[in-house]
Every structure is written in structure tokens, then in C-alpha cells.
């Protein structure tokens, strides 16, 4: 069966700081890869996604970025974070076959606070 | 693009009443709508979903209805119970598409 793995699951960082949140899938190859955010505890924001190797997709024009250096590994960056970057950081796949629709799947979250 | 509205964003109940949230979406293209349900502080997670060739789905307490020609679909919960308490998203997408839409979402307050 599939797994995501996400990791950290929580970090406090201040301002200024650099930021790392990585994501790995199983038991799938060629997914499709997603970085959702949830700010106030509510609404799903997508930032990024990919559909392989080296090609990411941005939603949101923002001081964060993405890169997919392996098949099934995530990750988003930032060179200096903001405080309006709390939040929930969700990764997220989804089968890359066009034949199997659309289900998402994400991992456990990862909590930022910037202070 | 796709854009989804959900109804209501707050929804609170009696304990084995039942719950319906509505969603509407605007791409007569869309043809795939799941439904997630985010307890506190934890991950959406799948509990239900639709494709535009069937009108409904049941399992067990949860059912989903979708009505193509006026581009809505429904959950409804029935006999609720405190742990139903959540947030629920719906979305639309496309099949072959690796995006969903998703709606704001709706909390669901279950009282005992």
C-alpha cells in the first residue's frame, strides 16, 4: 500500500530564517505531488504541485519554492521566512495515471510557527 | 477555471440529527467530487467520493448526492455523532486533471 511520510511535523523558526519541509511517497512510482497551506485553520491553498521529475507547477506567487530531486520526494523551501508564513504545511499525491481520477492523499502536516 | 462554493461554513447539530453540506462548482467538465473530512489538528482524509456517472453513494452513515445539470453535489451525514465533529471539504476535479478544487470548508459542531 501507498505511504507519505512528511517531516518535521513541527518547527518554530524566526524571521529571517531559512525553511526545509520534506515529503516522501511509497509504494507508488510517478505520482503526482502536491504542497497545500492552511492558514487560520480552515481553507486548503495550494502552492505547488508536480507531475515529475524537475517540473513543478506554482500556484501562488510567494517566498517559497519547491523542487522534486527524486521520483517520489517533495520539498519546500524558503530562503527567509516571514511571519505571515505560519501555518499548516500539508504535502499531498495523487496517482499520475490519467485513468484513476483525482484522489488526493496527504500526509500528517507540518506545523510552522514564525516568531 | 474551476471555483467551488461550499454552504454552510458553520453547522451545528443535536446528536443523531442529520447534517447536509452543499457544494456547487461552476466547469460543467468536472467530473470527479470527493469529500474530506480534517478533525482538529490533523490531515484531510478521504471519506467519500462521486463520479458524474452515478447520482449517489452511500456508506453506511454518509452519502453523497450529485446533481450534474445544476452542478451541485451534497454530503449528508445521518445520525450524527460527536466524533463526526470536523471540518469537511468538498472538491471537484477532472479525470486525467492533477488538480482539485476545493471549497472553503464547512465545521461541523456535533453536540451530545
Known amino acids: 500500500s501507498q505511504t507519505i511520510h512528511q517531516w518535521p511535523a513541527t518547527l518554530v523558526q524566526p524571521v529571517g530564517s531559512p525553511l526545509s519541509l520534506e515529503c516522501t511517497v511509497e509504494?507508488?512510482?510517478?505520482?503526482?505531488l502536491y504542497w497545500y497551506r492552511q492558514a487560520a485553520g480552515r481553507g486548503l491553498q495550494l502552492l505547488f504541485y508536480?507531475?515529475?521529475?524537475?517540473?513543478i507547477s506554482s500556484e501562488v506567487p510567494q517566498n517559497l519554492s519547491a523542487s522534486r530531486p527524486q521520483d517520489r520526494q517533495f520539498i519546500l523551501s524558503s530562503k527567509k521566512l516571514l511571519l505571515s508564513d505560519s501555518g499548516f504545511y500539508l504535502c499531498?499525491?495523487?496517482?499520475?495515471?490519467?485513468?484513476?481520477?483525482?484522489?488526493?492523499?496527504f500526509g500528517e502536516g507540518s506545523w510552522l510557527t514564525v516568531v | 477555471g474551476e471555483n467551488v462554493e461550499q454552504h454552510p461554513s458553520t453547522l451545528s447539530v443535536q446528536e443523531g440529527d442529520s447534517a447536509v453540506i452543499k457544494c456547487t462548482y461552476s466547469?460543467?467538465?468536472?467530473?470527479?467530487f470527493p469529500w474530506y473530512k480534517q478533525e482538529l489538528g490533523k490531515r484531510p482524509q478521504l471519506i467519500i467520493d462521486?463520479?458524474?456517472?452515478?447520482g449517489e453513494k452511500k456508506d453506511q452513515r454518509i452519502a453523497v448526492t450529485l446533481n450534474k445539470t445544476a452542478k451541485h453535489f451534497s454530503l449528508h451525514i445521518t445520525e450524527t455523532q460527536p466524533e463526526d465533529s470536523a471540518v469537511y471539504f468538498c472538491?471537484?476535479?477532472?479525470?486525467?486533471?492533477?488538480?482539485?478544487?476545493f471549497g472553503k470548508g464547512t465545521m461541523l459542531l456535533v453536540s451530545p
Open positions: 472538491a471537484a476535479g477532472r479525470s486525467g486533471y492533477s488538480t482539485l478544487t
Open positions: 462521486i463520479r458524474s456517472n452515478v
Open positions: 509504494g507508488t512510482s510517478n505520482p503526482n
Open positions: 466547469d460543467s467538465a468536472s467530473n470527479y
Open positions: 508536480s507531475v515529475g521529475i524537475g517540473q
Open positions: 499531498a499525491w495523487s496517482a499520475g495515471t490519467k485513468s484513476s481520477g483525482n484522489t488526493i492523499y
